[in-house]
Nanobody, 122 residues
């Protein structure tokens, strides 16, 4: 499956963005999908995941502000980001995996999109 992330941009503190991850090649209905982010000089970190069952998980620092969702018919995954903070500034990557077990590590995922930049100004 090929993944294409979009929707990043420059936004002020407290603003909102919606990221999209369009998949092609395979239907995403059989995949767990996730968003990770990587800030400069930092490791890539887990943000949110949504299992093929529809159950969603969010990293503690984004709970209540970010929401992951999926549209299997449209073959797209979304990350709605509200109340953005400067510390949310990063390149955001979508990912997919066909498996079970841990879902918060980069090694858990087989497929990656190219990333989209999110910059939150203070």
């Amino acid at each position: 499956v090929q993944l294409q992330a979009s929707g990043g941009g420059l936004v002020q503190t407290g603003g909102s963005l919606r990221l999209s991850c369009a998949a092609s090649g395979r239907t995403i209905s059989s995949y767990d999908m996730a968003w990770f982010r990587q800030a400069p000089q930092k490791e890539r970190e887990f943000v949110a995941a949504i299992r093929r069952t529809g159950i969603a998980y969010h990293e503690d620092s984004v709970k209540g502000r970010f929401s992951i969702s999926r549209d299997n018919f449209g073959n797209t995954v979304y990350l709605q980001m509200n109340m953005l903070k400067p510390e949310d500034t990063a390149v955001y990557y979508c990912s997919a995996r066909y498996g079970i077990g841990s879902y918060t590590r980069t090694v858990d995922y087989d497929h990656w999109g190219q990333g989209t930049q999110v910059t939150v100004s203070s």
